[in-house]
């Protein structure tokens, strides 16, 4: 069983960070594309060892056979997405993050969404955070962080101009008016952002597909088949698979597929944090303009260490 201590630093690498600092950690499990890349090792260091996944009992009756044409192993998985990915042009996709114990702020943002409560307040602390995301291929996206039910952020990106609300505003410029709209260029951000809407929003986009980060040492890797599942009223197989970090901390990866190849979901999980990342819809007619009114903030007027970056 892994320590505390154990679980802390690989937090802490996983976020390219030094210290005791659970919102970087949880910056990593943000992007699930980021951590899969992390689970590859880094130029060096030594690189992360794949390691079987665990062999279900012989006689759960969750493990089912591979369907006839279903991908072996991790690489032919990424290459049919990465080919499926090419015909996209929008999706809708909702990310969970669980087991983070991250802060957040005492209200929420009244006017965000039509959903929206400003009586719903979120908890200090969340064990569950979610962010939604529209993507209109190539350059646009939006993207809103709830907490306890309640909209807490709100981002929009246009090619590399980004502009954020709520929260993600405070993180980014401390003391800024949480109701107003900040704009920044996207290589202001850093790539270690605490706050987890602009961690999602400061990573390259766009990325590819959601399993393009795939390492090297990971794509022989045989999968185990886990069975249909049902995502968004579609019919999707799951695969699994797992990884060692340079800690020797095992990551169980998990894949899910619809007929067309295109992702249903992909998960992570390391111990009691995990994240993933749900493909609810594609192909659909968005429109993602920039707020009506903004305020330009340059990179020489944030913090000269700001929160993430340490």
Not at 10 to 28: D, F, N
Not at 226 to 239: D, K, N, Q
């Amino acid at each position: 069983m892994r320590s505390a201590e154990q679980t802390r630093r690989v937090g802490s690498a996983l976020a390219g960070g030094r210290g005791p600092r659970p919102e970087a950690a949880l910056a990593a499990l943000l992007a699930v594309p980021l951590l899969l890349a992390a689970c590859g090792g880094g130029s060096g260091g030594q690189a992360a060892t794949a390691v079987p996944p665990t062999v279900a009992a012989a006689n759960s009756a969750t493990t089912a056979a591979a369907p006839t044409g279903a991908p072996r192993t991790v690489g032919e998985l990424a290459d049919r997405v990465d080919a499926a990915w090419a015909g996209v042009r929008s999706y809708r996709s909702v990310y969970t993050a669980e087991g983070t114990g991250i802060p957040v702020p005492a209200a929420a943002l009244p006017d965000a969404s039509p959903a929206a409560s400003p009586a719903a307040s979120p908890p200090a602390v969340v064990d569950r955070i979610e962010i939604s995301r529209e993507v209109l291929l190539p350059d646009r996206q939006r993207q809103e962080r709830r907490a306890g039910g309640a909209v807490v952020s709100e981002g929009v990106a246009i090619g590399d101009q980004v502009f954020v609300r709520g929260a993600a505003a405070e993180a980014l410029l401390p003391g800024a008016d949480p109701a107003a709209w900040l704009a920044v260029d996207r290589a202001a951000l850093g790539p270690a952002a605490a706050d987890p809407l602009l961690a999602r929003l400061a990573a390259p986009f766009p990325a590819g597909s959601p399993t393009a980060a795939v390492p090297d040492n990971l794509r022989p890797q045989e999968l185990r088949p886990l069975g249909p599942v049902e995502v968004a009223g579609r019919r999707c197989e799951a695969y699994g698979a797992a990884n060692t970090t340079e800690l020797g901390v095992r990551i169980d990866l998990t894949f899910a597929i619809d007929a067309d190849d295109r992702p249903c979901f992909v998960e992570t999980r390391s111990g009691s944090a995990g994240g993933r990342e749900t493909f609810a819809a594609y192909d659909l007619p968005l429109t993602i303009e920039p707020p009506a009114a903004s305020t330009p903030v340059a990179a020489s007027a944030l913090p000269a260490t700001p929160a993430g970056r340490d």
